[in-house]
Nanobody, 122 residues
Framework: QLVESGGGLVQAGGSLRLSCASS????????VGWFRQAPGKEREFVGT????????SYADSVKDRFTISRDNAQNMAWLQMDHLKPEDTAVYYC?????????????????WGQGTQVTVAS
C-alpha cells in the first residue's frame, strides 16, 4: 500500500529525493513517517509529517538536511535529503502514522513499504 522509490548511490555531500506512493489508502487521513535501518542496527526514526502537510518534525541527526513534504492530491510523500553523509546509508521506509501526534516509535506506524536502499559513499 506504500511503495518507496528513489534510492541509490550518491557521493557524500550530494542529494537524493525519495518518493512514497500510496494506493488503496485514504492517504490524507494519516500522518506519514520516514524511518531508516542500517545493517545490524535498529530501525531509526527520520521524520514525520502531519495529514495536511502543515507540520513536520525530524530526528536531530537529519534536522536542517532532510525535508519531508506531501501532496494528498497525488497520494504522494517525499523525503528530500541534502548534504548526505556516509552515516545516512540505510534502507529507508515510509509508513502511515496511526496516532494523530508526532511520534518516533515504529510501533505507532503501519502500512510499511518495502524500503529503498540509500548508499552514501565517502
Amino acid at each position: 500500500q506504500l511503495v518507496e522509490s528513489g534510492g541509490g548511490l550518491v557521493q557524500a555531500g550530494g542529494s537524493l529525493r525519495l518518493s512514497c506512493a500510496s494506493s488503496g489508502l485514504r492517504f490524507n487521513a494519516y500522518g506519514v513517517g520516514w524511518f531508516r535501518q542500517a545493517p545490524g542496527k535498529e530501525r531509526e526514526f527520520v521524520g514525520t509529517i502531519n495529514r495536511s502537510g502543515s507540520a513536520t518534525s525530524y530526528a536531530d541527526s537529519v534536522k536542517d538536511r532532510f525535508t519531508i513534504s506531501r501532496d494528498n492530491a497525488q497520494n504522494m510523500a517525499w523525503l528530500q535529503m541534502d548534504h548526505l553523509k556516509p552515516e545516512d546509508t540505510a534502507v529507508y521506509y515510509c509508513a502511515t502514522r496511526t496516532v494523530p501526534v508526532p511520534t518516533t516509535a515504529p510501533e505507532r506506524y503501519s502500512n510499511w513499504g518495502q524500503g529503498t536502499q540509500v548508499t552514501v559513499a565517502s
